[in-house]
């Protein structure tokens, strides 16, 4: 089945500056990869995703890229703000599934 | 105001004592599905349904139940806890138009204690 590994673990950067964020997937026919982004006590939200007929996606100071050959996609935050420390997870799914397959997190720290 | 909701937040309960979690979305969604988070492992998932009386396992069923009898609830089931099944669960649906997958909306979590 379909597998996820996340990368970093943890992630500490000074406010102003970029996050990166990279995840990897095993099954080439995945084709939907959002990203979801979890605050203290709260269920994860959505803030972007890109199917697997777009090679990058960009909603503000958010982007995601997607590389179908290698199998791995990346969360780009630009201009950090505290308030964008959270919790952020990728996840894989296919079409005609029910099942979405998630990284293990990345926990993002902005310093003021 | 369109939402998840589950019951209980928080749960404290002993080994073998049969429990219930629920969830109630408002959206009119098809899909639903249940997750457990623990540290370093992520979201994974339990059992889903797309659609009443239809439910599928997902990656980590053992121990669990789940019933789809009317489209808004979907019930998680745990018959005989063990505290290994101590974890955050979340509840989640989206509307899943056709094949396409869609953005999935989240309950606020139930902080479960097996004893």
């Known amino acids: 089945g379909e597998n996820v590994e996340q990368h970093p673990s943890t992630l500490s950067v000074q406010e102003g500056d970029s996050a990166v964020i990279k995840c990897t997937y095993s099954d080439s026919a995945s084709n939907y990869f959002p990203w979801y982004k979890q605050e203290l006590g709260k269920g994860p939200q959505l803030i972007i995703d890109?199917?697997?007929?777009?090679g990058e996606k960009k909603d503000q100071r958010i982007a995601v890229t997607l590389n179908k050959t290698a199998k791995h996609f990346s969360l780009h935050i630009t201009e950090t703000q505290p308030e964008d420390s959270a919790v952020y997870f990728c996840a894989a799914s296919k079409s005609n599934t029910g099942k979405l397959i998630f990284g293990q997190g990345t926990t993002l720290q902005v310093k003021p | 105001e369109a939402q998840v909701t589950q019951n209980p937040r928080y749960l404290i309960t002993v080994t073998g004592k049969k429990l219930t979690v629920t969830c109630s979305q408002n959206?009119?969604?098809?899909?639903m599905s249940w997750y457990r988070q623990d540290p370093g492992l992520g979201l994974r998932q339990i059992y889903y349904?797309?659609?009443?009386?239809?439910?599928d396992k997902g990656d980590v069923p053992e121990g669990y139940k789940v019933s789809r009898k009317e489209k808004r609830n979907f019930p998680l089931i745990l018959e005989s806890p063990s505290p290994n099944q101590t974890s955050l669960y979340f509840c989640a649906s989206s509307p899943y138009r056709g094949s396409t997958n869609e953005k999935l909306f989240f309950g606020s979590g139930t902080q479960l204690s097996v004893l």
């Open positions: 890109i199917r697997s007929n777009v």
């Open positions: 959206m009119n969604h098809e899909y």
């Open positions: 349904s797309m659609n009443v009386e239809v439910t």
